[in-house]
């Protein structure tokens, strides 16, 4: 058990140019989950998977944000188009459905975005 | 909906001594709460979480949180606190969505300790 993963920890990009995060889950939790946090809030759900499938989605995450899991395996967020707005502390989790929805939720360190 | 109320966004206090950081929850339904916390340049870690049962809930480093339904709080607590628990502490509630879990997040609370 080696945790959850996420890569890049810091990207600094410039507005308007597109930006991509990998999320690497814990072995075999099928259940993964993106959250933003920006400076002084805590975290917000953005999506949320189940192997594969995307099962549910925040107002949040517009249509510049797109979220993939082809594998059931490891995750990526993409962000089109970057604003200002969108700096901020990218989080993924991940969990066994064992506890249904009272499982614990494992996260990861972050990814950092500036947009500049 | 749910949500959760973090009073207090910063708490400084001397080493050794007690803390207590306080939480409450609004919610029509099934209550289940947690307190997560994130330490500096890291993601958040599971300090305990309240499911069902017994009240007062011991989670670890110490740290325990008693569930007050009638007063909607889940306050955080430690008898004795040291430097490494400087951090930022949040608490949360779960909301189910497609059968799994959805947190639902405070502002968190800023523990500084003093030496």
């Known amino acids: 058990d080696t945790g959850v993963s996420q890569n890049p920890r810091h990207k600094i990009t410039k507005r308007g140019q597109n930006v991509t995060f990998r999320c690497d889950p814990i072995s075999e939790h099928n259940r993964l989950y993106w959250y933003r946090q920006t400076l002084g809030q805590g975290p917000e759900f953005l999506t949320y998977f189940q192997n594969e499938a995307q099962l549910e989605k925040s107002r949040l995450l517009s249509d510049r944000f797109s979220a993939e899991r082809p594998k059931g395996s490891f995750s990526t967020l993409e962000i089109q188009r970057t604003e200002q707005g969108d700096s901020a502390m990218y989080l993924c989790a991940s969990s066994t459905p064992r506890g249904g929805f009272t499982d614990t939720q494992y996260f990861g360190p972050g990814t950092r975005l500036t947009v500049l | 909906a749910q949500s959760v109320t973090q009073l207090d966004s910063q708490v400084p206090v001397f080493e050794e001594a007690p803390v207590e950081l306080r939480c409450n929850y609004s919610?029509?339904?099934?209550?289940?709460l947690f307190w997560y916390v994130q330490y500096p340049n890291q993601g958040l870690q599971l300090l305990l979480k309240?499911?069902?049962?017994?009240?007062l809930v011991k989670g670890i480093n110490g740290f325990e949180a008693e569930f007050n339904k009638s007063q909607t709080s889940f306050h955080l607590r430690k008898p004795s606190v040291h430097i490494s628990d400087t951090a930022e502490y949040f608490c949360a509630v779960s909301k189910e969505v497609q059968g799994a879990q959805k947190l639902v997040f405070g502002q968190g609370t800023r523990l500084t300790i003093n030496p």
């Open positions: 309240y499911l069902s049962g017994s009240t």
């Open positions: 919610s029509s339904v099934s209550v289940y």
